[in-house]
């Protein structure tokens, strides 16, 4: 990268941040094109999808080249500087920010975590705490007649609890998890205790009877496909299916997955991208809310990569809503996001 193009790559970055991204601006003149590989999160892959397409609109000598495979390996490829962009749906656990203490984790987008099963199941409503996800996704209740008399319930549905979770390393699995230990919380007094003990990693280590599947996509599909299934994932892929009403044991309410819902339980004031969104104290918040981020390794960081952070973060957020998740635009979270991406520096 010669002296002239880091001048133009510098005055891109400030005009987007600068201006608040209202007006757009133009990369170096000339045929030479620029490619911005991305992997990680089958979360965050259709919004990736999305940006790449609304980004080389804007920027016709740019393309964004996302794919998939889980936020564990958006996290190792990003770690190895093999990929521009690592994305994760979930923050990153110590272990890795400790072995990779300069990877930068910048939130993107939010995003509302939920439990989805089949509309056989019991119609159009269904309605869970944080101890009868436990029961089930654990294996410790396994017929929907056993949950009705366990949490004294109606259901519609018979037989076998089918229940489809993630076998890929998933951020939608980790902060499930860490929904799943929060159990104890749990005041609502017409459920039975339970607690949960699978850990919060990645990869969980779910009962034989379950149908482990691939990515948000492949559990929906096994969920809608099976007219006793449940399984967990994001708000985008929940079409089609019912997604459950939970209950948030700080507020008292049964609340519905959705875009609103899911905003409100961002905080004020941002100061740690990792902060806690579960089981929030403000009214009307969804239980299990949770932020999308971006990993970049600023020792294998192009201009054109912090270019296309600033315009996700800016221009980009107009079209978070076009894939079902959470624009941050205007929040704590942009902001804190916007102050990480305009410290960067290219570094070749």
């Not at 656990?93 to 199941?121: C, F, M, Q, W």
């Not at 366990?150 to 993630?166: K, L, N, P």
């Not at 399984?231 to 044991?249: K, R, S, W």
Request: net charge negative; charged share 10%; aromatic share 10%.
């Amino acid at each position: 990268m010669n002296n002239n193009t880091k001048v133009i790559a510098a005055l891109l970055v400030g005009l987007f941040v600068g201006a608040g991204g209202m007006a757009l601006v133009s990369v170096p003149s000339g045929t030479t094109t620029y490619a911005i590989n991305t992997a990680g999160s089958t979360t965050v892959y259709p919004l990736s999808q999305e940006w790449a397409t609304r980004f080389h609109d804007d920027f016709p000598t740019i393309s964004v080249n996302p794919s998939t495979g889980g936020s564990g390996l958006g996290q190792s490829q990003i770690a190895d500087g093999l990929i521009d962009i690592g994305a994760s749906s979930s923050y990153p656990k110590e272990d890795y920010r400790t072995a990779h203490p300069t990877i930068e984790i910048i939130p993107i987008s939010a995003d509302a975590l939920g439990i989805v099963v089949n509309p056989d199941v019991n119609g159009s409503a269904f309605k869970m705490d944080c101890d009868m996800a436990v029961a089930i996704f654990q294996g410790n209740v396994t017929t929907w007649e056993g949950f009705e008399s366990t949490f004294s319930v109606t259901v519609q549905a018979s037989g076998d609890i089918e229940v489809y979770a993630r076998s890929d390393a998933s951020g939608t699995t980790a902060t499930f998890a860490k929904w799943l230990e929060t159990a104890d919380d749990n005041t609502n007094s017409n459920s039975a205790e339970y607690e949960w003990g699978l850990g919060h990693s990645e990869v969980v280590s779910w009962p034989a009877t379950f149908s482990a599947v691939d990515g948000n996509p492949g559990v929906a599909s096994g969920v809608l496909g099976d007219s006793q299934g449940i399984g967990y994932v994001g708000l985008a892929f929940m079409e089609d299916l019912v997604a459950a009403d939970l209950y948030n044991p700080t507020t008292g309410e049964y609340v519905t997955p959705s875009v609103e819902n899911a905003l409100k339980a961002l905080p004020a004031t941002l100061s740690d991208p990792g902060q806690n969104l579960m089981n929030s104290d403000n009214a009307g918040a969804y239980p299990i809310a949770r932020l999308l981020y971006y990993l970049v390794n600023p020792s294998n960081l192009h201009w054109y990569t912090i270019v296309y952070l600033n315009w996700v973060l800016v221009q980009g957020q107009q079209y978070i809503s076009n894939v079902g998740y959470v624009p941050i635009d205007g929040t704590s979270a942009a902001e804190y996001a916007l102050s990480v991406v305009g410290s960067l520096s290219p570094s070749t």
